[in-house]
C-alpha cells in the first residue's frame, strides 16, 4: 500500500503561532488558561491540556479574577478585553495577524459607513468564534450571512461593505458578492448607493483549495483528518470528495475502516489548517496496520 501525507496539510501560521504561545507558557507553569478551544480538533486539544492547559468559555471568563488567558487565534471582541482588564487577568494574544488586520479593517469601515447610514455584511458561519470577534468591531451592528438564501436580511438600498470570515470558500464569497452587487442594481439602478467588496480570505485558505483538489485527484482514496469543529476543515473535505468520490472523514486513527482499502493499493491523507501533521501520520500508521492485516 503506498500512503502519502499531502505535505501542505497540517497547521496555518497563525495556529502555529497560538500553540506555540501556549507550550512557551506552560514552561514553568502550574497552568494557562485558554479561551475556547485553541484549535478545532479535540485531539490536539487533549494533548495540551494533559501539558496543563485549561480551556474555559466566556461565562467562566467574567469570574476569573488575576489569572493568565490565551487568546487563540480566531480573535475576540472588545468586550473580552474588557472584562479581561476589570479582573486582572493577563492576556497571551495570540490572535492570527491576519485576522487582527481584518478585526482593525471592519472597525475603520464600519465608522465610516454608519454615519451614511450603511452596513457592514459578513460571510461566515454565525456564532463561529471568529465571526464574533468580527461583529464586535461594529458594537454588534454586523449582518452575518452563511447561506445564500439568508440575504433578504439586507437592505439593498443602503451603502453596503462586505468582508468574508478568513476561511471561507472563496467560490462561494465571489457568487454571494456578485448576487448582492445584481440585486442593488435592481432596487436602486447602476448609479444607486455604493457596494465595497473587499478581499479578507486567507491567502493560505484560498491556495488550498486548489492544492487539496489537485491532491485528491492523483489518489485512488483520500482520508480527510478534520476536529468536527472546523469550517475549514468541512469545505475542504467537500473539495476532495468532489475531487475523488473515495474521500473519508475521520477525527482520529480509530475513524478509519479497513473496508475502505479494497482493491486499491494508493491513498493519500490530507487535513485541514487546524489539523496536526502527528495526528496525519498516526491515520497512516492505523491503515497501514489494517491493511497488513487483511
Known amino acids: 500500500m503506498n500512503i502519502e501525507i499531502d505535505p501542505r496539510s497540517g ?24 479561551l475556547g478551544d485553541i484549535v478545532h480538533n479535540s485531539e490536539e486539544v487533549n494533548r495540551l491540556e494533559k501539558k496543563g492547559l485549561i480551556t474555559i468559555d466566556h461565562k467562566t471568563l467574567e469570574n476569573l479574577k488575576g489569572k493568565k488567558v490565551l487568546l487563540r487565534a480566531h480573535g475576540e471582541p472588545p468586550e473580552t478585553y474588557r472584562i479581561a482588564k476589570e479582573n486582572g487577568i493577563q492576556i497571551v494574544d495570540a490572535t492570527c495577524p491576519v485576522v487582527l488586520k481584518l478585526q482593525t479593517k471592519i472597525k475603520r469601515s464600519w465608522q465610516v459607513i454608519k454615519e451614511k447610514g450603511g452596513q457592514i455584511v459578513i460571510y461566515g458561519k454565525k456564532g463561529h468564534a471568529e465571526v464574533n470577534g468580527l461583529v464586535g468591531q461594529t458594537d454588534g451592528n454586523a449582518i452575518v450571512i452563511e447561506h445564500l438564501d439568508q440575504i433578504s436580511i439586507i437592505d439593498f438600498s443602503k451603502p453596503i461593505v462586505l468582508f468574508s470570515q478568513t ?14 452587487r445584481i440585486r442593488m442594481v435592481e432596487i436602486v439602478g447602476n448609479d444607486g448607493v455604493p457596494l465595497t467588496i473587499n478581499r479578507s480570505i486567507c491567502g493560505q485558505v484560498s491556495n488550498r483549495k486548489k492544492e487539496v483538489e489537485q491532491f485528491a485527484k492523483k489518489h485512488q482514496a483520500i482520508v480527510f483528518v478534520s476536529g468536527e469543529k472546523s469550517s475549514n476543515g468541512k469545505m475542504l473535505y467537500e473539495i476532495c470528495k468532489a475531487a475523488n468520490d473515495r474521500t473519508y472523514m475521520v477525527t482520529s486513527p480509530n475513524g478509519v475502516n479497513a473496508d475502505w ?12 489548517t487546524s489539523t496536526p501533521v502527528w495526528l496525519m501520520q498516526m491515520v497512516s500508521d492505523q491503515i497501514k496496520k489494517l491493511t497488513i492485516a487483511s
Open 167 to 180: 476561511t471561507m470558500s472563496p467560490d462561494s464569497y465571489l457568487e454571494l458578492a456578485e448576487i448582492i
Open 11 to 34: 497547521f496555518c501560521f497563525g495556529v502555529v503561532n497560538a500553540i506555540n504561545q501556549a507550550e512557551k507558557e506552560l514552561q514553568g507553569a502550574d497552568a494557562l488558561h485558554c
Open 261 to 272: 482499502f479494497k482493491n486499491i493499493d494508493d491513498v493519500g491523507i490530507c487535513g485541514a
